[in-house]
């Protein structure tokens, strides 16, 4: 695996290192010891799904609250995403600041999100399925976010918003 810097502190886009043969190819896309070793929490709890119908459709962009702070690993296993991070971290040098990569089962990237990020993403694809490993349980009433379109930190979406859920689209904007 390689880890690929991302501009936003402890957040890196996961690249694996595939061995191939006659048969295809196998490759590590998580190890507790190399991601300790690049300094991220390597922490493992619970792994989470998402399916979703239609191309443009936005889920974001969400966090847990302290002390239930999550780290994820994700990856696109089925169509292709426009996946999304915003610093979220109060006194942070890169606060605001949004990171996104195009993460889908052809390219095998992964973007590991530190805890204090938002996270969100945009299906470009009809039927794109999301796979998460996450550091800690999901705790309802630590649940956060904010808009997806908050102009102050200006995430470009590569497509219109085809479907959002109704509690996404009245999220707060960052600071409010």
């Known amino acids: 695996m390689r880890a690929i810097e991302t501009g936003l502190a402890g957040a890196v886009v996961v690249e694996p290192t595939?061995?191939?043969?006659e048969r295809g190819f196998f490759a590590r896309t998580w190890c507790a010891r190399?991601?300790?070793?690049?300094?991220?929490?390597?922490?493992?709890?619970?792994?989470?799904?998402?399916?979703?119908?239609r191309r443009g459709t936005l889920r974001g962009m969400h966090y847990q609250a302290d002390p239930h702070g999550e780290a994820k690993l994700v990856r696109c296993t089925r169509g292709a995403i426009f996946d999304v991070i915003v610093d979220?971290?109060?006194?942070?040098?890169?606060?605001?600041?949004?990171?996104?990569?195009?993460?889908?089962?052809?390219?095998h990237l992964g973007l590991f999100i530190p805890t204090g990020f938002a996270h969100g993403f945009q299906t470009l694809a009809d039927d794109s399925e999301v796979f998460y490993q996450i550091s800690v349980e999901y705790v309802a009433a630590a649940a956060r976010g904010i808009r997806h379109d908050d102009p102050a930190i200006g995430i470009v979406w590569p497509l219109p918003v085809a479907v959002i859920s109704e509690r996404?689209?009245?999220?707060?904007v960052l600071g409010a």
């Open 18 to 21: 595939p061995a191939t043969d």
């Open 34 to 53: 190399t991601f300790a070793a690049w300094g991220l929490d390597p922490a493992l709890t619970q792994c989470s799904v998402s399916f979703n119908h």
């Open 88 to 107: 979220v971290r109060p006194g942070s040098p890169t606060y605001g600041r949004w990171f996104g990569a195009e993460l889908t089962p052809d390219n």
């Open 168 to 172: 996404d689209r009245a999220l707060p």
